[in-house]
């Protein structure tokens, strides 16, 4: 019985990574010639049961740390799998803006909604590229397996740090199963490119949420400032050490 229960397990670990290997060079060659955001048909997958059960989504708000009250950014909503628990979850008090740039996902998040969920949250089409939102206005933006679907990644997470406010949220959340899973690494060299820093990573390998802070612009300036010095073969060790050097030789030249 254990055998027969020993062999299945291999069986199916088997399967998934097989599933794994072709799905991601599948996906690597596609996106190479074709860069087009999800079907909209997988929207029916992506707010089922199935998908809940694998991902549930009060996790997936817990970890990006949002809190009741919020004004929230849900970005690459798809059919709204975490924006409709979301605007429960940040109340009468706060409000979710579900952006995406498909028409055909936005209709399946509305065919959802009830009357009183239109109250605090708000379906709105446009690209990642320009956010019809004013600056500053956001407390909290998530991102939930849409930032690697995304060309132009910075551009796009330029466009998120210029709508939070100082110190707002940016949460990426990646899951396994989505064929344009990166790694914990690349995701969290992507937010730090953009200046955010990062705050905390939750949950699993396969399921994860980085939590990432706006910082003040003179952490940016800073961030810039460090990288020309890099390009330029100067390290901070280097610095420190020739600063060290001048003060021993100025010392010594008054003694
Ligand atoms: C894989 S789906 C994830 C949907 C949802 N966040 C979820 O977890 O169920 C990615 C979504 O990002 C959207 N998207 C892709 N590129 C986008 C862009 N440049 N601007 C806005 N949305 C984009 C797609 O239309 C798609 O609905």
Known sequence: MLKRLGRVLVYLLAILALYQIVIRILAKGFRRWVQVPAPAFLGYFLSSRFRYGLQPSV?????????????????????????????????????????????????????????????????????????????????????????????????????????????GILAVTEFLIDPDYPLISTTIRLGEEAGFEVKAVK??????????????????????????????????RGLYEASRQELEDRTDRLL
């Open 203 to 236: 949950g699993t390998f396969w399921n994860y949420t980085v939590r990432f802070r706006k910082m003040p612009d003179a952490y940016q300036a800073m961030l810039r400032v460090s990288r020309k010095l890099e390009d330029s073969g100067v390290t901070a």
């Open 59 to 167: 996790e997936v708000i817990r970890r990006s740390g949002i809190e009741p009250g919020m004004n929230v950014l849900d970005l690459g909503c798809g059919s709204g799998a975490l924006a409709l628990p979301l605007a429960d979850f940040v109340g009468e008090q706060g409000r979710v803006i579900a952006v995406d740039l498909q028409r055909h996902m936005l209709r399946q998040l509305t065919a959802r909604m009830t009357p009183a969920d239109f109250d605090c949250n708000l379906p709105v089409q446009a690209s990642a590229y320009a956010l019809p939102l004013a600056n500053a206005s956001l407390d909290a933006c998530v991102m939930s397996s849409t930032l690697q679907e995304i060309p132009n990644r910075q551009r796009a997470l330029r466009e998120v740090w210029r709508v939070l406010k100082p110190g």
